[in-house]
Each structure stands twice: as C-alpha cells, then as structure tokens.
C-alpha cells in the first residue's frame, strides 16, 4: 500500500511537470496580433504581422518559409501580394501532420448593425486561430515520435468585398501546390491528416463537431479521436455531436489536395463579422481549453 502511494505521488508529480499550455500567454499572443490593427490580405499591417509570426517561429526552432501568390483585385484590377506562411518542425519526418489557421481579417466588418464598413481586427475570427499556434510552438521542438508537424497560416480566408467573392484563396492555392508535388513524386512528405483551428477564442465557447468533416469517412474518424481526447481531460467544451457545416479552409484541403481535413471551430459567436470582434470578446481559458484537447491528441494520436 505505502509503496502504491508513492508510486501514485510519482506519477502525479510527472504530469505536473510536464509543460502545460497557457492561455495567457496564448491571449497576449492574440492582443499583440490585434494591436496591429485590421490585417487584410495585402496591407501593410498584414505584411508586418507576418514579419512577426516568422520571428516568432524561428525563435521558437521551426524552419519558415513563406509561400507567395498573386490575385487581382476584384475592384480595381490591380494585384495584391498573398502569402501563406509555413512553419516546419522536425522536417526529417517523412510523415507529416498539417495545422492550419488563417491569419488575414475580412476587410470589412459587414455583419456590423451599425458601421459596416468599421474597424475590424478580428481577435476570435482571424487572430485565436494563429495565437494559439504561436503558443503550441514551445511543444513542437519536444513532440516524440515518428510524424512531423507543419503549421500553414493561410493568407486570404476572408479576402471578401461582397456577395461572389470567393473564399479561401490561400488554402486552395496551398491544396494545389500540394496536390501537384503528390502528383508528380515530387514531395518529400506527405500530410496525414490535418485540423483547421478558426474562431477558438470566444469567451463563452462551444465546440461542437464539425459536419462537412464527420461525412468524410477518411476525415470522421479523427475528428471523433480529437473530441475523445476532450473528454479524457474532463473539457466540456467539446460537444461530441455534429451541429453546424461550415466552409473553412479544411474544405480545399480535403478535396483539393485530399487530405483528411477537420476543422476545431466555434461558430456560435455573436461577435461574427461585426467591430465588437475585439479581444474582451475572447477568453485565455478558452484558448487554452483548445491548445490543451489539441496538443494532448498530437501527442497520443492513434493514427493514421
Ligand atoms: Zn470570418
């Protein structure tokens, strides 16, 4: 019995060693990204803001490259400089996990009741996304086992001025990229499965299964290991039933370059698209509610 006892302190003892994701820190990441200010695809504050996350990454170990596109502006013809940011951890390993985020913000506000041309920074809908990667950076140099992990921040989510603009720009281009590499044997990796972490910010936060994803049968049984984990560590903010079929950028993923695709979002936030999009809308318990169900399930993942 004694030595049970000890055995069992041990134990606990190791698990709070083991370093844990913060919220608070993941939340200033996000307060830093906002205090750029809007960060539309091809502004200025957007190519700061990426100056900064590939700061941020190398000084974390990863290896950044960025990859640039170019698209006309639908009013006035001209182009407009795009650019995923890709984020590399232990590239050695052929075998490769994919997190994603989109790291623009909508131009404009346009579900604003009052100023719908206004200021918008996007703090849950653009900013939750990639601050919590900035905050699962400190894990990746440690993650153990076989597969690597790529984060890709996608320029151009929401590059949308109206009704018919098209969404999702930079994961499609990204999906073809990688679709083609496949193709020709020309990749030295290959992407396992991939989660889109959008809108994981929102104070009072609800993360219900994503439906697009739970009808994909390659893609339904991931998203069924994440929500697992949730329970495992107790966090009842996972929902573990399917509730609203968002487009996001999984889609392209999944049926461009046919990558089992989920996506980890809370589309229940009445902030959307409007200038109260603003970090007081957002919560560190949340962020790290997802950081932890997100980096629990990357470490003990079953496969494929
Ligand atoms: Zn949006």
């Not at 055995?7 to 709070?16: E, F």
């Not at 830093?32 to 170990?61: V, W």
């Not at 993650?143 to 790529?150: E, K, N, S, T």
């Amino acid at each position: 019995m004694k030595s049970f006892l000890l055995l069992a302190c041990l134990a606990s003892v190791a698990v709070a060693d083991e370093p844990a994701v913060s919220g608070p820190r993941a939340m200033r990441h996000l307060e830093e990204l906002c205090a750029l200010g809007p960060r539309p695809s091809g502004s200025a504050a957007m190519a700061k803001q990426r100056d900064l996350l590939a700061a941020h990454f190398r000084a974390a170990g990863a290896e950044v490259a960025g990859q640039a596109f170019q698209v006309r502006d639908r009013r006035t013809g001209a182009p407009v400089h795009m650019e995923n940011l890709l984020v590399t951890w232990h590239p050695d390993r052929r075998e490769r996990v994919l997190l994603a985020a989109h790291y623009d913000t909508r131009p404009y506000p346009d579900l604003d009741p009052v100023d719908p041309r206004g200021r918008f920074v996007g703090a849950n809908d653009g900013a939750s996304g990639t601050a919590l990667l900035m905050e699962l950076a400190r894990f990746m140099p440690d993650l153990a086992g076989p597969c690597g992990v790529d984060f890709v921040l996608f320029d151009a989510e929401e590059y949308v001025f109206g009704m018919g603009d098209p969404y999702c720009l930079g994961s499609n281009f990204f999906a073809r990229q990688y679709a083609a590499s496949q193709a020709t044997g020309r990749a030295g990796h290959r992407y396992l499965c991939a989660v889109v972490l959008d809108m994981v910010a929102d104070r009072d936060l609800e993360i219900w299964q994503e439906r697009n994803s739970m009808t994909w049968p390659e893609t339904r049984p991931i998203v069924e290991e994440i929500w697992e984990v949730a329970g495992r560590l107790g966090e009842k903010r996972f929902v573990p039933r399917p509730r609203h079929a968002v487009e996001d950028d999984h889609m392209p993923l999944r049926m461009i370059g046919r990558i089992p695709a989920c996506d980890i979002i809370d589309f229940d936030y009445p902030q959307w698209h409007t200038t109260a999009d603003t970090p007081e809308h957002c919560a560190a318990e949340s962020l790290e509610a997802v950081g932890r169900v997100v980096l629990e399930w990357l470490r003990t993942r079953r496969g494929p």
